[in-house]
């Protein structure tokens, strides 16, 4: 069974102006909708990447995930259990330790004003558990020493800060990850060392990871299934092998293209046409509408529903 | 060959602090030709745009030039000051930073900003530059640019004011271009559109740009050669595509290693033990020697040996180490 159940998930921002502006100005009240009708499953130890470019919506589905951002509409179910409707307040609490997420700058998620023990024990003494020992053993696992554990955030680098990051992650054995940009902020080579980091973690803990990147290589790299959004909108879900060798949507068509290679000495790329719309006004039907080189009548009336093809799951008209 | 455009000799940039004097910048030389891409990459702290930054004039003190020479069209540079400097700023060498939003001025117009620096360093009047400020963003590809001079920064989006930063850059036809991590704020699909400009703008005009990036795909795509640092040092130095697919430097082969593509397949990423090391230790000999697998005694006592192109700073250099 899927460990992590998104079903038809949306999430609207009200991004109006004051009344007052509204009145004088004559305006209606505007509307901004992040994520829209997102369909996925994670499988158990797997790691599930969302990516796509700023502005669709991957940083909001991995927040509707851990639960600090309600969904408009749409239910997400972690181990069969909706955290925004259940009562059961035992069951909610028994689920919440399961899940933790990473974030992207390692600057702003650790209190410079406490120690690292501190930090790290923070989500099981949050809950008064047993924390004896436990900061100790988890800086050992994510390679840091047992002596760094009355040190302050500040004496540490960037990469150093997100193990501390992953090591708070890990303190209360939860079995879903939620990474939102764990490596953006981080050279290539302490990039590596996270990266590597985070596969091992998987393997000794049995966890599952949602990663929500940019990076097409990093995906690509750690993902054992791929999602692909844009506008809010997911547009193709398939397997790294399959995404990358034949991309069905025309839109992840395009950003494969338009990903830097690092072998692609000279290479000249025909850059993409225009950029991504105003999500408060989204375009008619498919969203991809208007950059799409093969769009046709059918794109600009209907929006594409989910369609299976040889194990690939696209919204397109057109894909084949 | 023709004199190059700029060239940098034995440069270095000293920053005097309570623990010692720290070197950003230590002995580096490199050479750009008229319309060449020479691309400068590193991780952070590397001392890649401090390098850009002393050409241009913008190191903001105590840090300083103690060393080294800069030369710019035959003119000696790096000693300019105040007006001498300000006149060659924008005129002979046009900028792009990071955050296209914080290089424009919010509160003027577009137009208003190019033709601003139109007036100053050319010698036109206002007619003919504000003729000329609809011609440059024409230019970088702004659709409509008659109407959108008279548009302020905050009216357009990040690739459309990258490309205004650009125009602005271009405007008063310098000979040189310092292109200061222009596309990493920016998505994929706008970072091409950049990177192709940037290569039109190179081959049509012959303008010379330094592209500093930590990105090796972009380094890859855009760049004509490559100067690889490594703690305010050049480790390397070369043809991309010899740099990047036989790298002679132990760091470079590391670096190209240790990116997702290069370990295509494979569970684990290449890994380089060790962080940089902080500018107030840098270790005697080559800098790289702790994380090297191949240093000897050689590496951790005698300075390495200087790079010129095609060559790396490094005693034991690599041979035939093929990494994409």
């Given at each position: 069974?899927?460990?992590?159940?998104?079903?038809?998930?949306?999430?609207?921002?009200?991004?109006?102006?004051?009344?007052?502006?509204?009145?004088?100005?004559?305006?209606?009240?505007?509307?901004?909708?992040?994520?829209?009708?997102?369909?996925?499953?994670?499988?158990?130890?797997?790691?599930?990447?969302?990516?796509?470019?700023?502005?669709?919506?991957?940083?909001?589905?991995?927040?509707?995930?851990?639960?600090?951002?309600?969904?408009?509409?749409?239910?997400?179910?972690?181990?069969?259990?909706?955290?925004?409707?259940?009562?059961?307040?035992?069951?909610?609490?028994?689920?919440?330790?399961?899940?933790?997420?990473?974030?992207?700058?390692?600057?702003?998620?650790?209190?410079?004003?406490?120690?690292?023990?501190?930090?790290?024990?923070?989500?099981?003494?949050?809950?008064?558990?047993?924390?004896?020992?436990?900061?100790?053993?988890?800086?050992?696992?994510?390679?840091?020493?047992?002596?760094?554990?009355?040190?302050?955030?500040?004496?540490?680098?960037?990469?150093?800060?997100?193990?501390?990051?992953?090591?708070?992650?890990?303190?209360?054995?939860?079995?879903?990850?939620?990474?939102?940009?764990?490596?953006?902020?981080?050279?290539?080579?302490?990039?590596?060392?996270?990266?590597?980091?985070?596969?091992?973690?998987?393997?000794?803990?049995?966890?599952?990871?949602?990663?929500?990147?940019?990076?097409?290589?990093?995906?690509?790299?750690?993902?054992?299934?791929?999602?692909?959004?844009?506008?809010?909108?997911?547009?193709?879900?398939?397997?790294?092998?399959?995404?990358?060798?034949?991309?069905?949507?025309?839109?992840?068509?395009?950003?494969?293209?338009?990903?830097?290679?690092?072998?692609?000495?000279?290479?000249e790329v025909l850059p993409p046409?225009?950029?991504?719309?105003?999500?408060?006004?989204?375009?008619?039907?498919?969203?991809?509408?208007?950059?799409?080189?093969?769009?046709?009548?059918?794109?600009?009336?209907?929006?594409?529903?989910?369609?299976?093809?040889?194990?690939?799951?696209?919204?397109?008209?057109?894909?084949? | 060959?023709?004199?190059?455009?700029?060239?940098?000799?034995?440069?270095?940039?000293?920053?005097?602090?309570?623990?010692?004097?720290?070197?950003?910048?230590?002995?580096?030389?490199?050479?750009?030709?008229?319309?060449?891409?020479?691309?400068?990459?590193?991780?952070?702290?590397?001392?890649?745009?401090?390098?850009?930054?002393?050409?241009?004039?913008?190191?903001?003190?105590?840090?300083?030039?103690?060393?080294?020479?800069?030369?710019?069209?035959?003119?000696?540079?790096?000693?300019?000051?105040?007006?001498?400097?300000?006149?060659?700023?924008?005129?002979?060498?046009?900028?792009?930073?990071?955050?296209?939003?914080?290089?424009?001025?919010?509160?003027?117009?577009?137009?208003?900003?190019?033709?601003?620096?139109?007036?100053?360093?050319?010698?036109?009047?206002?007619?003919?530059?504000?003729?000329?400020?609809?011609?440059?963003?024409?230019?970088?590809?702004?659709?409509?640019?008659?109407?959108?001079?008279?548009?302020?920064?905050?009216?357009?989006?990040?690739?459309?004011?990258?490309?205004?930063?650009?125009?602005?850059?271009?405007?008063?036809?310098?000979?040189?271009?310092?292109?200061?991590?222009?596309?990493?704020?920016?998505?994929?699909?706008?970072?091409?559109?950049?990177?192709a400009l940037l290569r039109r703008?190179?081959?049509?005009?012959?303008?010379?740009?330094?592209?500093?990036?930590?990105?090796?795909?972009?380094?890859?795509?855009?760049?004509?050669?490559?100067?690889?640092?490594?703690?305010?040092?050049?480790?390397?130095?070369?043809?991309?595509?010899?740099?990047?697919?036989?790298?002679?430097?132990?760091?470079?082969?590391?670096?190209?290693?240790?990116?997702?593509?290069?370990?295509?397949?494979?569970?684990?990423?290449?890994?380089?033990?060790?962080?940089?090391?902080?500018?107030?230790?840098?270790?005697?000999?080559c800098a790289f020697n702790p994380?090297?697998?191949?240093?000897?005694?050689?590496?951790?006592?005698?300075?390495?040996?200087?790079?010129?192109?095609?060559?790396?700073?490094?005693?034991?250099?690599?041979?035939?180490?093929?990494?994409?």
């Amino acid at each position: 069974m899927a460990l992590v159940k998104v079903k038809n998930l949306s999430r609207v921002f009200d991004v109006s102006k004051p009344w007052l502006n509204r009145v004088i100005e004559r305006r209606s009240k505007a509307f901004l909708t992040a994520v829209s009708e997102v369909d996925f499953d994670v499988e158990p130890r797997s790691t599930y990447a969302l990516v796509g470019e700023s502005g669709s919506g991957k940083s909001t589905i991995g927040k509707m995930l851990v639960g600090l951002l309600k969904p408009t509409s749409g239910v997400v179910e972690i181990e069969g259990i909706d955290l925004a409707s259940e009562t059961d307040a035992a069951k909610i609490d028994a689920i919440r330790s399961d899940i933790q997420m990473i974030f992207q700058d390692p600057y702003a998620s650790l209190n410079p004003r406490w120690r690292v023990k501190d930090i790290i024990v923070e989500p099981v003494a949050s809950r008064g558990g047993n924390t004896e020992g436990l900061s100790e053993r988890l800086l050992e696992q994510v390679g840091l020493s047992v002596q760094d554990a009355g040190k302050f955030p500040h004496e540490f680098s960037g990469g150093q800060r997100q193990r501390i990051c992953i090591a708070r992650a890990l303190a209360s054995e939860p079995n879903l990850i939620v990474c939102d940009e764990p490596t953006s902020a981080l050279d290539v080579s302490v990039q590596a060392q996270v990266l590597n980091l985070m596969s091992d973690l998987k393997d000794d803990f049995g966890l599952t990871y949602v990663l929500i990147s940019h990076d097409l290589t990093v995906v690509r790299h750690m993902a054992d299934k791929i999602g692909v959004l844009y506008l809010g909108r997911l547009v193709e879900e398939a397997a790294p092998e399959d995404l990358f060798e034949t991309p069905k949507h025309p839109y992840t068509q395009m950003l494969l293209e338009a990903a830097p290679q690092m072998d692609g000495f000279g290479r000249e790329v025909l850059p993409p046409e225009g950029e991504i719309p105003d999500p408060i006004t989204p375009p008619s039907g498919c969203a991809f509408h208007p950059r799409c080189p093969i769009a046709q009548d059918v794109c600009k009336r209907d929006r594409p529903a989910m369609r299976q093809i040889n194990g690939i799951r696209v919204a397109c008209h057109l894909a084949e | 060959m023709a004199d190059p455009v700029l060239s940098i000799r034995d440069l270095s940039v000293e920053i005097p602090t309570r623990h010692g004097i720290v070197r950003p910048v230590d002995g580096v030389s490199y050479d750009i030709q008229a319309g060449e891409i020479l691309g400068i990459v590193g991780e952070s702290g590397a001392g890649k745009s401090m390098a850009g930054n002393a050409v241009i004039g913008l190191l903001t003190p105590p840090a300083h030039i103690s060393k080294g020479e800069i030369w710019l069209n035959g003119q000696r540079i790096d000693h300019l000051k105040g007006d001498a400097m300000r006149r060659l700023r924008g005129k002979e060498i046009g900028m792009v930073f990071q955050d296209p939003l914080t290089s424009l001025n919010p509160l003027l117009r577009i137009g208003d900003q190019l033709t601003e620096t139109m007036l100053t360093h050319l010698p036109i009047g206002r007619a003919e530059a504000e003729k000329r400020a609809v011609a440059a963003l024409e230019e970088v590809g702004i659709p409509g640019a008659a109407e959108r001079v008279n548009s302020y920064p905050h009216e357009f989006s990040g690739g459309m004011r990258q490309r205004v930063v650009i125009a602005l850059a271009l405007c008063a036809e310098p000979s040189l271009i310092i292109a200061d991590e222009p596309t990493t704020a920016l998505d994929v699909s706008v970072q091409a559109q950049i990177i192709a400009l940037l290569r039109r703008l190179c081959r049509d005009r012959g303008t010379a740009v330094m592209l500093i990036t930590h990105d090796m795909g972009v380094i890859a795509e855009a760049t004509d050669r490559v100067a690889v640092m490594y703690a305010g040092r050049l480790a390397e130095l070369g043809p991309v595509r010899d740099v990047l697919t036989h790298p002679q430097h132990p760091y470079t082969h590391g670096l190209m290693a240790s990116t997702p593509l290069a370990s295509q397949g494979k569970s684990r990423l290449h890994q380089i033990p060790g962080a940089m090391p902080r500018l107030d230790a840098v270790p005697d000999g080559c800098a790289f020697n702790p994380r090297c697998p191949y240093a000897t005694e050689k590496c951790r006592q005698a300075p390495v040996p200087r790079v010129s192109n095609g060559q790396a700073a490094c005693w034991y250099p690599l041979v035939d180490e093929k990494v994409i």
